[in-house]
């Protein structure tokens, strides 16, 4: 009777202290973080999809045949679903918690106890609510997509003038011509079309 008891309150004791420090160490976390806290202020994570796929290119060739030349990673998409209950106002602060990154620009982390998929932003979330499924319930599946950076290249300090970027000057103003630019430049005040190579046309 008593090592059944003391073995029962053992393990009770061992589950919340592994429960405490999971916790605090970041084990079996689920969710979308940003810079390691995560956003939405849901009670569970029921559910995840990761979806990867590769587009390969084809050309015809001849009899109507195909090869391949290329292949190339598309964006992966993955779907975090979240449910929280509660009260009125806990529902409200789950669905506030979404809205509020849904629409912004930032990236964000979909971290699962596997693997971190990081540079993720939200495109889409859908709800439904029904009668079987509780009225005290709500189930919000948030989907994001992969965004990829690409450097930008900045060649003003390039060996070759010839590949440096160019640069906005400014407007250019107007100025007279020095003495020496009006000496060389074609008067045409004596300007015929003769002088030019056309024929002059006779009196009949």
């Known amino acids: 009777m008593f090592a059944g008891t003391a073995g029962a309150a053992l393990n009770l004791i061992t ?3 592994a429960s405490i420090f999971g916790g605090l160490l970041g084990f079996s976390q689920w969710g979308i973080y940003f810079f390691g806290f ?3 202020l849901a009670d569970n994570v029921v559910a995840f999809e ?3 796929e590769w587009t390969i290119g084809d050309y015809p060739v001849e009899r109507g ?3 391949s030349y290329d292949k190339v990673a598309s964006p992966f998409l993955a779907r975090v679903r979240f449910s929280a209950g509660g009260s ?3 529902r409200a602060a789950f669905l506030a918690s979404i809205e509020a990154i849904a629409g912004d620009l930032n990236l964000y982390d979909v971290v699962t106890p596997e693997k971190v998929y990081t540079s993720c932003n939200i495109n889409h979330y859908d709800y439904r609510r029904s009668a079987d499924s509780g009225a005290g319930l709500l189930t919000v599946d948030v989907w994001l997509t992969e965004i990829r ?3 930008t290249m ?3 300090n390039a060996q070759d003038p010839g590949a440096s970027s160019q640069v906005n000057g400014g407007a250019v103003q107007p100025s007279a011509p020095t003495p020496a630019q009006s000496a060389t430049a074609p ?3 004596n300007y015929s079309p003769t002088a030019v190579g056309q024929t002059p046309r006779g009196d009949n």
């Open 187 to 189: 008067s045409f005040e």
């Open 65 to 67: 045949s195909f090869e």
């Open 88 to 90: 009125e106002s806990d």
């Open 15 to 17: 589950s919340d202290i």
């Open 50 to 52: 990761f979806r990867n």
């Open 154 to 156: 900045n060649a003003q």
């Open 149 to 151: 950076q690409t450097a």
């Open 38 to 40: 995560p956003l939405v």
